[in-house]
């Protein structure tokens, strides 16, 4: 936790920081007056109207960009802090006030927490009720008796799986003592043979779409939704690709009046990878010939294997496959003591099955934690580092978590998409989906489950395209599809969207992607064209920048883009370029900022960008029927862009840092201010 550093709004040449009521940034030519000097608008001015042109009324404050780069970038929060003294506090700033815990990321590697919060038992304490679970405090730590005569330590396995997990086993020998294992887990499920006339009605789809019983709401199934187009909208060389779908939904069954909203999300099913699933089969030796095998599934109870059906027990045909493909998580769920627990159970070697039981025990709680916080592990890292260990299909399956659709936000106004040329009589919904990647234990990157998943449906759609093209119409194009089902229509972003007042739209990343919907539905259905700004970041806007040209006639107007990789600013306040800025009680100006010349040289983030254009942050947040978005990842974007509109509340409306917090909690109360963050 920590207290609020609070950061001047600076001034420009369209600023007002004087006038202490909200008002409409009004344009001034460019040159009248220095950046460095504070402007004050008279305050008989009255907003502009509605029907004013965009080059008129839109007043982008200037005073740190050059050209229209400027970007918010989730991470290297450090190359801007550098910039900014840590010691000082304004006069309305409380001492000893502290952030909420929930909203402050300390650090997110194990060996930062160990530095932080020291070796033994204190620190994983601190930590074990945010990690683990209520086991945690079940925490003995073993006894130092390496010195012993005939001490031999377990031997570990040999092989790069078990290095990449980077466990601590301290004092671990095959005799050593371990207490409080946790109960063997019951299987959850049972399978059974099918007869020759049953197995014969089964018709799998496991390739293409998941089993009928993959159900997000009964009555309703998951629809296997035609992609009408794909695309990548980063280029090559971008350090996070995005990629863009057009999905027809022409054909969706209709569900009550529920409809597809602008703003709104929808859910994917991603299945697991393939090679993944064959993979898992191999290592618990589960025979080719039983895999795709039908069977009846029995369960005892709950809402598995559907998505939200109701709880209760089932019997359903399916195959073992269809089953490890489309039923349970094996890539990215932290793995827990149960699934420990039964690999230990089934491996034969002993120093395996012991390194797997201290695992799952008190004694072992630390290393459990170091596993849980540090790198995602998969379940196949887990089979390959302990190649012993083959459990019954059954009791794997009973241990793992249920693989759970993944949301995406519209990207479009799908009430308008068949406006589009040669989409007469057509539906189109579009998404964008950002591919996420994390190191894997043997040194290539390893894809998300849902991002994987659509990027390989974008890539094979992408290349049959392609080829269609390149045949001179000799080779069709394949049906491609994507398991899809009607989300979160009434999601905060699109209950909130519905208004004919001012709104900023703050997003980084493909946390733009729901605001391209949001503008075109306001462009073309609104006169006040010219009450829209948006505020996108990326990371380098020759790389990343999505739907660039997509935003309509007026998008140079509109759009202000902020990018993280650029030159550093001058460090040493005699530099060339910087210049007084700050104000201090009593009119003076004190401390160094860089001047406009050099400002667009400095990497950005959308946070400070919201602090340039604290005018038009304060007129929005105070007009009638105003509206703040916010979209992206809550790590960095999202709690930076949080203090600069405290910073924002602070210096435009003179409050204290309580006083500011409060003011944006009761405008999130009211659906003024909307943060969709993850």
């Given amino acids: 936790m920590t207290t609020h550093t609070h950061k001047h709004i600076p ?12 008002m409409e940034p009004i344009a001034i030519p460019q040159g009248t007056m220095s950046p460095s000097k504070r402007s004050v608008h008279s305050q008989s001015q009255s907003p502009r109207s509605s029907g004013d042109s965009l080059s008129e009324s839109m007043a982008w404050s200037e005073g740190t960009l050059e050209s229209e780069v400027s970007t918010p970038s989730t991470e290297l929060q450090d190359q801007f ?50 990690c683990c679970g209520p086991d945690c405090c079940k925490l003995k730590i073993l006894p130092p008796d390496t010195t012993r005569p005939g001490f031999i330590p377990v031997v570990v396995p040999d092989n790069d799986a078990y290095r990449g997990l980077n466990l601590n086993i301290n004092a671990l020998t095959l005799d050593t003592g371990l207490s409080d294992l946790v109960e063997l887990p019951k299987p959850k499920i049972s399978l059974e043979p099918v007869s020759k006339d049953e197995a014969a009605d089964h018709h799998s789809t496991v390739d293409v779409h998941p089993p009928t019983f993959v159900q997000p709401h009964p009555p309703y199934d998951v629809y296997s939704a035609p992609v009408f187009h794909a695309r990548q909208l980063t280029n090559e060389g971008a350090e996070k690709r995005t990629v863009h779908f057009d999905i027809d939904i022409t054909d969706y069954p209709k569900e009550g009046d529920i409809d597809f909203k602008v703003g709104g999300a929808v859910g994917i099913c991603p299945p697991n990878d393939a090679s993944s699933v064959d993979t898992i089969f191999n290592h618990i030796g589960t025979p080719k010939f039983v895999r795709d095998k039908p069977v009846v599934l029995k369960t005892e109870g709950g809402r598995w294997p559907t998505i939200w059906g109701d709880e209760k027990p089932r019997e359903l045909l399916t195959t073992r496959r269809e089953l490890l493909t489309w039923c349970v998580d094996i890539a990215s769920s932290a793995p827990t003591k149960q699934l420990f627990r039964v690999l230990a159970e089934y491996a034969d070697a002993k120093n395996e099955r012991k390194i797997l039981e201290y695992m799952c025990s008190a004694q072992g709680q630390g290393a459990f934690c170091d596993l849980r916080i540090g790198p995602s592990i998969t379940l196949i890292q887990l089979l390959e580092a302990f190649p012993s260990s083959r459990p019954p299909f059954e009791m794997l399956v009973s241990c793992l978590n249920q693989l759970m659709p993944r949301f995406y936000s519209l990207s479009n106004d799908p009430h308008v998409s068949s406006d589009r040329e040669g989409l007469a009589g057509r539906r189109i919904i579009e998404i964008a989906v950002t591919v996420h990647e994390n190191p894997s234990w043997g040194g290539n990157m390893r894809t998300g489950v849902g991002s994987g998943y659509l990027e390989r449906v974008a890539r094979y759609f992408i290349d049959a395209e392609k080829n269609a093209k390149q045949s001179g119409g000799e080779l069709e194009m394949p049906s491609v599809r994507i ?14 969207f519905d208004s004919d007042g001012p709104m900023i739209m703050i997003g980084a990343g493909v946390g733009m992607a729901p605001f391209r919907g949001f503008i075109l539905n306001r462009l073309r259905n609104s006169k006040c064209a010219n009450k829209i700004w948006l505020i996108q970041g990326v990371r380098d806007s020759t790389l990343d920048e ?74 929005v947040i105070n007009a009638l029927d105003g509206r703040i978005f916010v979209c992206g990842s809550s790590r960095g974007m999202g709690e930076g862009v949080e203090e600069a509109l405290i910073d924002v509340a602070m210096d435009k409306g003179t409050l204290n840092f309580e006083e500011a917090k409060d003011f944006w909690a009761q405008k999130r109360d009211d659906g003024q201010y909307v943060a969709e963050t993850w």
């Fill in 483 to 496: 398991p899809m089902f009607r989300g979160l229509m009434a999601n905060p972003l699109s209950k909130k």
């Fill in 546 to 619: 999505i739907y660039s040209g997509e935003l309509g006639d007026h998008e140079q107007q509109i759009k202000r883009v902020v990018q993280s990789r650029a030159k550093l600013p001058p460090v040493d306040q005699s530099d060339d370029g910087v210049v007084d800025i700050q104000p201090k009680k009593g009119g003076e100006v004190t401390g160094k900022v860089v001047s406009d010349s050099q400002a667009n040289k400095v990497a950005k983030y959308v946070q400070d960008e919201v602090r340039l254009q604290a005018d038009i942050v304060w007129y």
């Fill in 81 to 130: 802090d550098i910039m900014t003294p840590k010691n000082k506090k304004t006069s309305g700033e409380k001492e000893g006030t502290k952030r909420r815990a929930s909203t402050h990321v300390i650090t997110s590697s194990a060996d930062q927490i160990r530095k932080l919060l020291g070796t033994g038992e204190t620190g994983t304490k601190f930590l074990q009720n945010y």
């Fill in 11 to 22: 001034t420009s040449a369209t600023s007002h920081p004087d006038n202490p009521i909200p």
